[in-house]
């Protein structure tokens, strides 16, 4: 789990180890989910906010599992910022990922980003920053401390200037890698994460 990498649960500011985990609709909502459940397991409080719910059976039983560890889901995100900056550590940003088209431009994620945009702490991006296109990075999208790029960095990671820059792909399989020309780094240990920044 990245956030355990980039947040360990000493360093951080607030005696109750809140996380809230911000989910989309599509994938990287699904991925979001089981980030949620891998913070609990490793003592994390996670906190949910899935306000559009895919219909789909896989998303539906990763919602149930989280329900199931007691991870509690938001009915509503605060529209007042403070509140969250209060209540939360770190904010897991979940929402668009690398197949969203314009996406931002939609309820619930326009609202979603017009909050996130102005939060004071920490923000944990998914394999591509919410708002940003794949290609090109931000055009007005969010400013993460943290991306986790996963399978391998997309085009827009180039951009991204936050503190940290992990990947997760250690099991991509070889014949992708070799499609792609991708060059993965040495993984340490049996860890499934890499650091590609070190923290600033």
Known sequence: VPSRQAFPLPSLPRKQPTVLVVCGPAQNGAIGLVCAR??????????????????????????????????????????????????????????????????EGREPCAAILATLKHVRIPIVSLDVPSGWDVEAGSSGGISPDVLVSLSAPKQCARRFLGRQHFVAGRFLPYDVQKKFELNPPEYPGTECVVALRAPR
Request: glycine fraction near 4%; aromatic fraction near 14%; charged fraction near 25%.
């Open 38 to 103: 891998h913070l609990r397991i490793f003592d994390y409080e996670p906190t949910i906010f899935y306000p559009k719910r895919s219909p789909d059976p896989l998303y539906r039983d990763f919602t149930t599992q989280c329900e199931k560890m007691d991870i509690p889901f938001l009915s509503y995100l605060p529209t007042e910022v403070q509140l969250i900056n209060d209540a939360y550590n770190a904010v897991v940003d979940a929402v668009l990922g690398a197949e969203a088209e314009a996406g």
